[in-house]
């Protein structure tokens, strides 16, 4: 499956922003998904995921209560919905996908090209 994320911007401390993640290829509605993001200076962090069904997520501390994860199989997208954002969000994020446990980050073996975003104190 090959992945593109989008939705990456310039937002406000306690702004929102949607991240989406489309996927080619007919494995994704069988595929897990997650989100993470790297910033400056900083290890590449695993923050969310959905197993393939939806019916399993999983979110970093960090992030829960903020951030939602969803998908649309009938339209190969991943979604991440991020509330409440802080400064420390700021990062690049990528969507990939795992054929393997979903919450396992050393799983995710294709990766999108990262969207950027920042947000403003």
């Known amino acids: 499956v090959q992945l593109q994320a989008s939705g990456g911007g310039l937002v406000q401390d306690g702004g929102s922003l949607r991240l989406s993640c489309a996927a080619s290829?007919?494995?994704?509605?069988?595929?897990?998904m997650g989100w993470f993001r790297q910033a400056p200076g900083k290890e590449r962090e695993f923050i969310a995921a959905?197993?393939?069904?939806?019916?399993?997520?999983y979110f970093l501390d960090s992030v829960k209560g903020r951030f939602t994860i969803s998908r649309d199989n009938a339209k190969n997208t991943m979604y991440l919905q991020m509330n409440s954002l802080k400064p420390e969000d700021t990062a690049v994020y990528y969507c990939?996908?795992?054929?393997?446990?979903?919450?396992?980050?050393?799983?995710?073996?294709?990766w999108g090209q990262g969207t950027q975003v920042t947000v403003s104190s």
């Open positions: 990939a996908a795992s054929q393997h446990r979903m919450d396992v980050p050393t799983n995710y073996d294709q």
């Open positions: 959905i197993s393939w069904s939806g019916s399993s997520r």
């Open positions: 290829g007919r494995t994704f509605r069988n595929t897990n």
